[in-house]
């Protein structure tokens, strides 16, 4: 009899329950059927098995393999994103070469050439500024992802910044010949915010816009109140929308509407993302609207609005803010960069001298007897923080001490600050920052005999 009948599987499913240690936990359900020779069911018997481990096993496997694969397409994109400014840099310099190669030689240039020289070495500068700005995206990145990143913030005229954050992306437009529609009230908007961070937020919006907006394409900037004490943001485009599938996602971390072989609209991914955590910083929100693909997209920051009365700002003229007539010392193993950061100095009529090491740097430092000193972490034999210990140590007249370097962690500032340094940046230079703080120092030092 028995070699007569056979088993039906009945049914084989996995779900969650809820288990008595009070977690959802995956069991798998199995039940089978007996049947005679007839096909008639004589008995059923069923199991149910917890298969959690085993689940969860399973979903961390395709969640490392999906990790994986964003990880080799960021890779790739930043490859991509890097090389394109370095192919222009190096292009640039090539054609500068190959003009005062004939120069040498005593071949007449026409004019025409010596305006394309100048204007190499504004794709130098802006390529290299480009650059920078990667980097510093991708160290925020980090900063967010382990809460290290700091804001600064007073109340500021959220209108009268308006300027700053237009002149970071009008090449942008000017290359694709875009239009873009300005609407700022004339009537002070004050918000509390880190004026950095917050031009930040909405010149990434800004450039999100350009970059997905065709040539000569329409893109609208606006800020208005609206009436329950808070101000807008507001970023409209007639540019390629955002499809469905994405519009819940567009601010995830390197995320991108369109990723092509020709990646004509660049960019890594990040920028939104950055956006977004920045104004979450600030109290605010900031979502995005779109009909779908073609059809354009609305980015709209909201922020609460503060009733502090709003500082009187002094405009500064970049150039005015680069000091004169002090010794700085500059400690850098890249020749280069000393060099021409030390030819910068020397035109404003200061007594720059450079060392490229650190033990050479203290035996300068006792004889020249610097009122700065402008310090490479990444030196070798002895480290920035070392010397800066040291030259603490033997310093009895408030040298100014500067690290000047490509480590931008929290950490990295916090250890440069205890190993006596007075201030800590990060390469690429923000020039009008840096000259700021070194005027600083000499302000207050002028004033009251001393340095902190």
Known sequence: MQNECYVELHRDFEYRMLHKSGEYRWFR???????????????MTGSVGDIHDRKRAELQTVEATEAIERRDRFLAMLSHELRNPMSAVLNSVGFIHTVKDRQSSGESVETVTANRVEDAFGI???QTKHMGRLLEDLLDVSRFGHQKIGFKKEAIDLAANTQEVIHAVEHLFEE???TLHVEVPSDPIPVLADQARLKQAQVNLLTNASKYTA?????????????????????????DGIPAELQDQIFDLFVQSESTLARSSGGMGVGLSLAKQIIDAHGGRVWATSDGQKMGSTFTIELPLHDTPLPIEREEDGQSLIPSGLRILIVEDNVDAGDMLGETLTLHGNDVQMATDGHRALQMFDQFRPEVAIIDIGLPEMDGYELASRIRALDTGGSLLIALTGYGRESDRKRALESGFHAHFVKPLDPKLFFQTINDFRNKDSHDGSAE
């Open 215 to 239: 040539d000569r394409g329409e893109i609208w900037y606006s800020i208005c109140r609206t009436g329950d004490n808070k101000v807008q943001i507001v970023v409209r485009d007639n540019g």
């Open 124 to 126: 130098i500068q802006h």
């Open 176 to 178: 694709k010949k875009q």
């Open 29 to 43: 359900h199995r039940a089978m059927v007996d049947r005679d020779e007839k096909g008639s069911p004589v008995r």
